[in-house]
């Protein structure tokens, strides 16, 4: 099992900045990689980033250029740095833990990009 808890969320005006962080705890010698995903109402959920235990990124073009994402192995956290943010990426942001054994999800953390 593993427990993953996100944070950081909040309310940002257009252009502004927040960093996402995604505690991971438990049996992480299974997890292969870790990634971001997002909800907004009446959509599904997307993907946003990932990285893998090696340190490979990929990025959803929607935020290529803007978001970053990166990870701490010695405190088993990944975070999310989002800049020039934007309306639409207001969202219910999901932290993502890609096991063995199948996907793990955090509780969320709301993001709202807003004037």
């Known amino acids: 099992q593993v427990q993953l808890v996100e944070s950081g969320g909040g309310l940002v005006q257009p252009g502004g900045s927040l960093r996402l962080s995604c505690a991971a705890s438990?049996?992480?010698?299974?997890?292969?990689?870790m990634g971001w995903y997002r909800q907004a109402p009446g959509n599904q959920r997307d993907f946003v980033a990932t990285i893998t235990n090696g340190g490979t990124t990929n990025y959803a073009e929607s935020v290529k250029g803007r978001f970053t994402i990166s990870r701490d192995n010695a405190k088993n956290t990944v975070y999310l740095q989002m800049n020039s943010l934007k309306p639409e990426d207001t969202a219910v942001y999901y932290c993502?833990?890609?096991?063995?054994?199948?996907?793990?999800w955090g509780q969320g953390t709301q993001v709202t990009v807003s004037s």
């Open positions: 438990g049996s992480l010698f299974s997890v292969n990689g």
């Open positions: 993502n833990a890609d096991a063995y054994e199948g996907d793990y």
